[in-house]
């Protein structure tokens, strides 16, 4: 499984940015960057994904570094609701069921937000 | 459009009983994989179900088993329980419509062994 490295925690004030780093340097071509968040006492929760170019959803945004072998999820104006652990994880984006297309969740960044 | 619902949400069983536990896939998704997911720990992939057989597992014996029912609903059932088995237990359901194949998680079932 393709690894990813990131800091395993994170503080940020409220109405401020966030950028969350992540590190995979082994990633494959076929490899898409997806980002899951898991707030207290709740299952996992889709955040954002992306390829090779940047993507802006209503939740986050997804910056791809040109080789592919970082990436950071901003999130634009951290809230109290935004803490949570994150999790950068990397998945084959051809694959859509078995074991392949299985979400591999490192320890993730547990962010903070303070008023 | 109704999420993942799991339940119970809470269960305490003792060591070498039996546990089934159950979830509602989101409308439409004919995919469903289990995690378990210890303490301070990531999820952890048990194994996938598509068209109601097994279509994947991760590094889980055989006393963990389940079932995709044809309304794409699941069950993860253990044997023999052991006191490592006590985690939260989520499902996660997809589509292979879906570009991404994003997966959405119900809310888990924490279970204790004691």
């Known amino acids: 499984d393709a690894k990813t490295t990131q800091p395993n925690s994170m503080e940020s004030n409220e109405e401020e940015p966030v950028h969350l780093p992540c590190n995979h340097s082994t990633i494959s071509g076929t490899d898409y960057i997806h980002w899951y968040r898991q707030l207290p006492s709740q299952g996992p929760e889709y955040v954002i994904h992306g390829l090779t170019s940047n993507v802006n959803n209503r939740m986050a945004s997804l910056a791809i570094a040109e080789d592919r072998k970082s990436s950071t999820l901003i999130l634009h104006r951290a809230t109290l609701r935004d803490a949570a652990v994150y999790y950068c994880i990397l998945r084959d984006g051809h694959i859509y069921t078995g074991t392949a297309s299985k979400l591999t969740f490192g320890t993730g960044t547990r962010l903070q937000v303070t008023l | ?114």
Do not use: M
């Not at chain 2, 459009?1 to 159950?22: A, D, F, M």
């Not at chain 2, 303490?39 to 995709?68: A, C, D, M, T, V």
């Not at chain 2, 329980?81 to 499902?91: G, K, N, P, R, T």
């Open chain 2, 1 to 114: 459009e109704t999420g993942v619902t799991q339940s119970p949400t809470h269960l305490i069983k003792t060591r070498g009983q039996q546990v089934t536990l159950r979830c509602s896939s989101q409308s439409g998704h004919n995919t469903v994989s289990w995690y378990q997911q210890a303490l301070g720990q990531g999820p952890q992939f048990i194994f996938q179900y598509y068209r109601e057989e097994e279509n994947g597992r991760g590094n889980f014996p055989p006393r963990f088993s389940g079932l995709q029912f044809p309304n794409y609903s699941s069950e993860l059932n253990v044997n023999a329980l052991e006191l490592d088995d006590s985690a939260l237990y989520l499902c996660a359901s997809s589509s292979t419509a879906l570009v991404g194949n994003e997966q959405f998680f119900g809310p888990g079932t924490r279970l204790t062994v004691l």
